[in-house]
Structure formats: C-alpha cells, structure tokens
DNA sequence: CGGTATCCATAATGATACTG
DNA sequence: CAGTATCATTATGGATACCG
C-alpha cells in the first residue's frame, strides 16, 4: 500500500473494500452467514479460486473477515465476517443507497438527453 | 465499464468514486468551492496533469462534476459540483467516519501483537 | 476441499514533452 | 492556463494446471 495522498480518511475506507469481488464478498457474509469456500464459489460464479482466495486473505489481514480451519481430510474452511468488520454495514449501506439512486439518475437523465435531441 | 458482478449497487457506487484521485478531488469540491484547473493541482501537489483531466473528465461525465469554460486567452476553468455530486456528501462521510475508525482500529490491533508477542 | 504456482492480458497510473 | 500526445511502468485480474 501507498502513501494515502493528501491522508483523506475516505481513502482509507476505500482501500478496505476495493477490487473486483471484495465488496461482494463482504456483502454475503455481512448477514452473518458462515460460508465454506466452495460455497462462496458457488455464490460467484464468476469468481475464479485465485481471486477469491486473494481477497480472502486480503480480508482477513485487514480484520475484517475471520478464517477458521478444521484440521481434517477433506480440509473444511469457514469464513465470516469478524466484529469489527460488521462496523461497515454502515457504510455499505449507504453505498448501496446511493448506488441505486444513481442507477435511478441515469436512466432520468438519458431519457431527459433523448427529449432535448428531438427538440433540437 | 463492464458487468456488475451480481447487480451489487454498492459497486455502482464504487464506480463513481475509484481511481486514485477521485476521492480526493470529490472532497475538494464537495464543500461548494469553484477551483479552476491549477487550483485543483496545487490542492494535491502530487497528480499530475493527465490524471487530474481524465478523473475530472469521468466526474463530469458521471454528473458528479460541472465544468464550465471561460472562452477567454489565457483560458480559464472553473470546477465545482454539482447538485447531484452533493448526493455524495452522505456516502463520503460514512466512509470518512469509518476510515478514521479503521486507523485507529489498526493501531490498537498493533499494539495488542506487539503485547502478546511479549507474553510468549 | 481448499487451496498454490505460473504465466498472461489488460487496466490504471505515471513521466515527459509539447500546444492553442 | 489548461490542457494533449506518447510512451513506460505497475497493479489488477484471469486462465490454467497442479497439490496435500
């Protein structure tokens, strides 16, 4: 990690849930599930194994996901969100929010740019 | 911009505010200041002159950001946000808040280490 | 089952020089 | 003053194969 350019507190924040799949992630254990890798997997398709683990580890270094082995075979690993990590629901929420206020915006304003192109 | 992995809103909003940068340039403005081009330069001495343009340019396009020309020689910009940019203001301190938490979550989690390191 | 290890593609950012 | 253009570098993510 970088200096944080300017020590902007946001930029902290942001550094905690950037990359492609973390916000997911931390949006599928926020409820308070417990999930297997696998399961995780299956909840994003999309995601391949590398990834995810990256973003695991990525989470459990910042505190804010706990890793939990069962030292058996076959391995069975359970990932959860720690207390402090249920300190973001706060902020996820208001993302969420705003998300789809936006998503709302824009379709407003793509209708209000096909009006003015028939005006013109 | 591509898919949204699982239509998560949160990465709508995560969106408009990634890039090295950009939340620092949101924060400038959102307390209502009108900074032309070099203002907003010497506001983070460190971007250079092509990052600044291309986030602007994405904030603008986002709406996020109003930029209007003073066809004038020497030119002059001015930014500032816009009325829907302000919608950012709720988003931006929660993660302000949380940020600033995080750092200090950071430092006691140091510390404990550092003690239960001693103890073995 | 829950990973690693390698290698590769692309995206994001930076350095530097130039311009109307 | 407020940018562009070009090239170089780094960060991020993906594909694939293999492992205990």
């Known amino acids: 990690m970088k ?11 942001l550094d905690m849930i950037v ?8 949006q599928h254990l926020l409820n308070g599930d417990v999930l ?14 590398r990834m995810l683990t990256l973003h695991l580890r990525e989470l459990e270094e910042q505190d804010i996901v706990q890793r939990k082995v069962y030292p058996q075979i076959p391995p069975k690993v359970e990932y959860s969100i720690t ?11 208001a993302m969420h929010e705003w998300g789809a206020a936006h ?11 096909a009006l003015s192109e028939k005006e013109i």
């Open 3 to 13: 200096k944080n350019p300017e020590q902007c507190q946001v930029v902290v924040a």
């Open 19 to 26: 990359g492609k799949w973390k916000p997911i992630i931390i």
């Open 36 to 49: 297997r890798f696998n399961e995780l997997r299956r909840l994003m398709p999309d995601i391949t194994q």
């Open 83 to 93: 207390e402090y990590g249920k300190s973001l629901e706060t902020v996820m929420d």
């Open 103 to 113: 998503v709302e915006h824009m379709e407003m304003k793509k209708k209000e740019d």
